[in-house]
């Protein structure tokens, strides 16, 4: 009976999370059911499960999708459908974009989805680089610049800036059209040079043309999609980047060039052999590079930044309503995270609060970011001990958050180390930011070990103790009735703050009331 009792209550969730909504894109290379749960201004991926179908391959010689991509296709929507029912996720999207948008045959394919129950909207091309652009600007809430989504049917282009979108447009540049850009030259660098030149056209005659503007006044070019992704992939290992997620890595533009360039070159072959490039995508590399460099001239950009965020997220962002979209993603998504792990939001706040005084942001790292590090760290003592402390860094380096950087991952994973008295940090870690802001994090740490241990966590230990810095010391005030707090654990909590501090220390016993 307890046996049953624990199954019933599993059923419907998946890791821990309650699965809150699904959204199944059938685009022209891949269809792609994608479960989230937590919140969703900064929504928890439960399932992501794709069918390389290539739906779109033989548009641009028949104009029609292929038989054998349409059958793989509903194979897996199919799976997808009765996944979906067994899970009880009701609140389902399905979009398709331009594969099935473009085909001769895209009616009656849609017709054979509504048969098997689910409920496709065929969306077009503006409005897909819209969302795109909302998925953008979910995650980077102060983008400003050009969203580029390369799928395998078209390229979209819109401008993004102080939460706005304008000028969306369609291109038939998706990786799957590419190919028909290639000149017959058998010399490689006159047909890349060849190449580049019909595809600057085609970007020209779409009416993209920014190259007499400064990249100031252009902004990033925001990159999304798979096969940009894999790029950034590439990009990461080349240079030895020791963060793993590509969301967010960001290059210069000589690196964009140099990267494209080098990209544009390469062999298929070799890149499949590469750590987390598909073979799909290793085939679509060179091309995409080209396009690349074709982008980088005619958009002149200030800085090239590669998004996880794109039209599904997009479709989440655009239901929410306004005061949600007004969240910090990175909080909204910390929060979920340490709340499902034992550590209370509330109680973090009035971490943070104590220790503000003490342990500041200051010119390195921000409120926000001092907020997060208090999340995870109090989550992070939840996880047994001996491996408590490389798991908590890992959250803060490797796991998908929104609205951060590698600075700033740095510094969350420097304040957690410090939380559990580590104050050896990682190479990896010392490799993302300066020496000086990491002692900022590492302050933020220990002020926070002071704080969780002082009484246990314990909502009346902060209630009747302060920690201030006051002529030139550390200064713990205890009201009387809990002065027996002030142990040995305290002590050294206190001396090893004040000592990152440069400051003396002392504690004050007050009368009651005085706090």
């Known amino acids: 009976m307890i046996w049953r009792w624990r199954r019933a209550d599993r059923d419907g969730t998946i890791g821990g999370s309650t699965p809150e909504r699904a959204i199944i894109d059938i685009g022209s290379n891949t269809v792609r059911l994608v479960v989230y749960g937590g919140t969703m201004r900064a929504p928890i991926v439960l399932l992501n499960e794709k069918v390389t179908a290539k739906l779109g391959r033989e548009i641009a010689t028949t104009g029609r999708l292929a038989d054998e991509a349409m059958a793989l296709a509903l194979r897996g929507l199919r799976r997808f459908a009765l996944l979906l029912a067994d899970l009880g996720i009701k609140d389902i999207e399905t979009v398709a974009t331009a594969a099935v948008r473009d085909a001769a045959n895209g009616p ?20 897909e680089a819209l969302l795109s652009a909302h998925g953008v600007i979910g995650a980077f809430p102060d983008a400003r610049g050009i969203v580029a989504d390369l799928g395998g049917g078209s390229l979209e282009l819109v401008r993004v800036a102080d939460g706005q979108t304008d000028s969306a447009s369609t291109l038939p540049l998706g990786t799957l059209r590419l190919p028909d850009h290639r000149p017959s030259s058998r010399k490689p660098d006159a047909g890349r040079a060849e190449m580049r030149k019909s595809i600057d056209k085609a970007i020209r005659k779409g009416g993209w043309d920014l190259a007499d503007k400064t990249p100031a006044e252009n902004g990033a070019l925001y990159l999304v999609g798979g096969t940009w992704r894999a790029m950034a ?3 990461m290992a080349a240079r030895g980047w020791p963060l793993s997620d590509p969301h967010g890595f960001e290059l210069d533009v000589p690196a964009a060039q140099q990267l494209a360039a080098t990209l544009s070159v390469s062999e298929s072959d070799v890149l499949r052999t590469r750590d987390r490039i598909s073979t799909m995508r290793a085939e679509k590399l060179p091309d995409a590079a080209v396009l690349l460099q074709a982008l980088l001239v005619r958009l002149a950009p200030e800085k090239v930044v590669f998004s996880s965020w ?21 909080l909204a998504g910390v929060a979920v995270f340490a709340a499902q792990r034992g550590s ?5 706040t009035r971490m943070a609060a104590w220790t503000l005084d003490a342990a500041p942001a200051r010119e390195h790292g921000s409120e926000r970011l001092r907020l997060a590090a208090t999340m995870l760290g109090l989550a992070g003592m939840q996880i047994e001990p001996n491996i408590r402390l490389p798991q908590a860094i890992n959250w803060a380096l490797h796991k ?3 609205g951060i950087d590698g600075k700033g991952r740095a510094m969350l994973a420097a304040a957690i180390a410090a939380n559990g008295n580590q104050l050896a940090l990682p190479a990896e870690v010392h490799a993302l930011a300066s020496e000086e ?11 926070l070990r002071l704080a969780r241990r002082l009484g246990a966590q314990s909502a009346r230990s902060l209630e009747v103790s302060r920690l201030i810095i006051e002529d030139g010391e550390l200064v713990l005030k205890l009201a009387e009735s809990h002065e027996a707090l002030f142990g040995q654990p305290t002590e050294k909590d206190m001396k090893l703050l004040a000592g990152r501090l440069g400051l003396g220390w002392r504690v004050d016993i007050v009368p009651e009331g005085v706090l």
């Open 400 to 402: 998908r958050w929104i």
């Open 108 to 127: 009656e394919f849609v017709e054979q989805l509504r048969a098997i129950g689910l409920s496709p909207r065929v969306i077009s091309g503006e409005e």
């Open 344 to 348: 209370a939001t509330t109680l973090a």
């Open 437 to 447: 802001a990491l002692e900022e994090a590492v302050r933020w740490g220990l002020a």
């Open 310 to 330: 794109g039209l599904r997220e997009g479709l989440v962002y655009d239901r929410l309503p306004a005061h949600t979209r007004s969240q910090d993603p990175l």
């Open 233 to 235: 992939v590439y990009a």
